[in-house]
């Protein structure tokens, strides 16, 4: 049975101005936002209809088997004082929450009739976009950085990926940005400076991990939902699962991770299209210094809160839990930093409902 729209699918909306645009690839967002100066990223929009859970953009998607992840409870000792549960996204097929994005983003493609897909990745999205193009008999192009690791730049040319290589990340945006309106390769990573973030097919992916969690607690929603993030793909994906679930005045708090203040700063009066200072060694896939303004909407529209955790306490938490059974990657493991960070500042208690998503394993050596 072949991949086809969702008939409900009515088209897309900005998130900030609620202007509607047909089904299309508007991959630089809202085009009324960007001719303000402000880049705001799309949502998809259903019209309504029966449905069991949330509603995806295709149906009978490109598949590996993502999703369903297990959510580990009982980790004692994981936070001192505090019970937290991980949301496993290091079981999916490639190793991280990367796939439920790639498995529609490569729907999506093949429905609109492309040939291949172009990203910008040196990392998990990369590796996971080349598997789900491979499925698909699709042509991956990834742009990386000459600083990525030789190990995951082969892992993506073993799945068949052409890699291209930049010094800096602006480069590789650029090489992204001249695809913008292909017909035969679609751009599903961001290009825009400043960002909006990356395709808002690929994000509906991530509602779905709202849908696991409830499913997982008898419909029970967390208090807290710890997400790392760089330009807040998934924080936004997760909180539009719960929206679309739960209604939006009772959606569970984002706290969203960070390896240096950038929401956090926009919270604090910052403005949001600021270049914000700070570098991580240990947590690539959370860099960045410019911000996507859905990862602050994530957090304000949830009453959550950003917290920024150091490379130096991020690695002893990442050893420390390599060493009792959970190979997390450091930007996974920066969850857990900020679990305990929120108990020192009183913002959580031993109390807390608390879900943190461990996004990666660390096998792949990121
Ligand atoms: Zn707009």
Redesign the pocket.
């Known amino acids: 049975m072949p991949t086809i729209q969702n008939p409900r699918l009515a088209g897309l909306a900005?998130i900030?101005?609620d202007?509607r645009y047909e089904v299309a690839d508007h991959s630089t967002g809202?085009p009324?936002?960007l001719a303000e100066g402000r880049p705001?990223n799309l949502e998809c929009v259903y019209t309504p209809g029966e449905s069991t859970g949330v509603d995806q953009p295709y149906l009978r998607p490109v598949t590996l088997g993502e999703g369903r992840t297990p959510l580990l409870t009982d980790i004692a000792g994981a936070v001192p004082g505090l019970d937290v549960a991980l949301k496993w996204e290091g079981a999916n097929p490639t190793g991280s929450h990367k796939d439920r994005f790639s498995a529609v983003v490569v729907s999506r493609a093949l429905c609109a009739g492309y040939e291949g897909i172009v990203a910008a990745s040196s990392g998990n999205a990369g590796v996971s976009l080349a598997t789900y193009c491979g499925r698909a008999g699709l042509r991956c192009e990834i742009a990386v950085t000459d600083d990525t690791p030789a190990r995951v730049v082969e892992l993506m040319r073993d799945l068949g990926a052409e890699v291209v290589s930049f010094p800096r990340s602006e480069h590789r945006w650029e090489h992204v940005a001249a695809y913008r309106d292909s017909r035969t390769m679609l751009p599903v990573t961001n290009f825009v400076v400043p960002p909006v973030g990356s395709s808002p097919f690929g994000i509906e992916g991530y509602k779905l991990v709202a849908e696991e969690l409830l499913a997982d607690r008898d419909g029970r929603a967390p208090e807290w939902v710890v997400v790392p993030a760089s330009r807040g793909d998934l924080a936004w994906g997760i909180h539009l699962g719960f929206r679309e679930l739960l209604g939006a005045d009772a959606v569970p708090r984002i706290c969203l991770v960070e390896p240096f203040p950038r929401v956090a700063a926009v919270l604090a009066g910052a403005d949001l299209y600021a270049t914000f200072p700070g570098s991580t060694r240990v947590m690539p896939s959370l860099g960045g210094n410019q911000l996507a303004a859905q990862a602050v909407e994530a957090v304000r529209r949830s009453g959550g809160q950003a917290v920024a955790v150091d490379d130096e306490s991020v690695l002893a938490e990442t050893r420390r839990l390599w060493r009792a059974g959970f190979p997390l990657e450091p930007s996974s493991a920066a969850g857990l930093v900020a679990v305990s960070r929120s108990l020192a500042a009183g913002t959580m208690t031993p109390e807390s409902d608390v879900v943190v998503v461990a996004t990666a394993h660390g096998l792949k050596g990121m």
């Open positions: 900005c900030r101005c202007r809202c009324a936002c705001m």
